[in-house]
């Protein structure tokens, strides 16, 4: 059944792939990712989703937690968290493949209360597991709907309910619970965390958000750390800076204007916030991720 799903997101990937390999599907939130060399690291902000990687290897980096992820895992992540990742094994004559999908809080929600799922604790934001058999088959079936686009507007919402549940059904069932609760923790931080990323480039108003997630001030830092991994602060830093050298590298931009466009008003201390998160300062970053690039 993996094979079979390989070959699948093979055949999109190597049609519909943009310059850097991804490829996103009629079906919201589905994407699939190719790669025919190892990759320079990837920083995110991740948002919740689940990756079946079918070809290759990737290695991801949350805080102090590593993980590695080989044909026949899948990485979730249950949280807006931080990660620097990086495809370490692909080659043009074995690519690296994986299927993406974003977790749907709402579809979570409402079969947690059919299958009478039962809240949990917070947990790791970040989990590590063998693909089940039943999210293969769920997924191949997404990827053979792709292939009749007449069928995808009546099919695709049914299909997505079903990976959804055989998720909460399998060895990710317990991480993924939370993300269904309402009025849980984790559902309140993603309230303002929609927040933060609309409008990142403005300045932080945390009485805003801790009004958005129902919390008062103190409660939603601890809250939104223990989510997150970062303080709201943090978090639109990163936000910022991310974006920054998205513009930088892929539009050309100078550091100073890079800066400016995020929120910055100084560039020093964008300077200086960049080298601390990138290990380079943006002149020296951005061209040696151009000259990894080519050499790719």
Request: proline share 6%.
């Amino acid at each position: 059944m993996t094979d079979t799903l390989l070959k699948a997101v093979r055949r999109y990937a190597e049609n519909y792939a943009d310059p850097a390999g991804v490829a996103r599907t009629p079906i919201s939130g589905l994407t699939t990712i190719r790669a025919t060399a190892p990759s320079g690291l990837d920083y995110a902000i991740s948002r919740p989703l689940v990756c079946l990687v079918l070809q290759g290897t990737k290695h991801v980096t949350m805080g102090n937690r590593a993980f590695t992820f080989r044909a026949g895992d899948s990485l979730l992540i249950t949280a807006d968290v931080p990660t620097v990742s990086r495809i370490t094994r692909a080659s043009i004559a074995v690519p690296y493949f994986s299927l993406v999908l974003d977790l749907d809080p709402a579809v979570i929600a409402e079969l947690a209360v059919e299958m009478k799922a039962v809240p949990i604790a917070e947990g790791a934001p970040v989990h590590h597991e063998p693909t089940d058999a039943e999210v293969t088959d769920a997924a191949l079936r997404l990827m053979r709907l792709i292939e009749r686009p007449a069928s995808v507007p009546v099919l695709r919402a049914q299909l997505v309910r079903e990976m959804h549940y055989w998720l909460l059904a399998g060895r990710h069932g317990a991480a993924i619970r939370r993300l269904g609760w309402p009025d849980g923790h984790a559902q309140r931080v993603a309230r303002a965390v929609a927040v933060l990323r609309a409008e990142f480039t403005q300045p932080l108003r945390v009485a805003r958000l801790a009004a958005v997630a129902g919390m008062s001030p103190s409660s939603f830092h601890q809250h939104f750390r223990t989510v997150t991994s970062l303080s709201p602060l943090q978090f639109q830093k990163q936000l910022r800076l991310i974006e920054a050298r998205r513009l930088m590298l892929s539009d050309g931009v100078t550091s100073s204007s890079a800066a400016f466009a995020v929120g910055y008003e100084s560039v020093s201390q964008f300077t200086r916030d960049y080298g601390r998160m990138f290990g380079l300062p943006p002149v020296r970053d951005t061209k040696a991720a151009r000259g990894n690039a080519q050499a790719a």
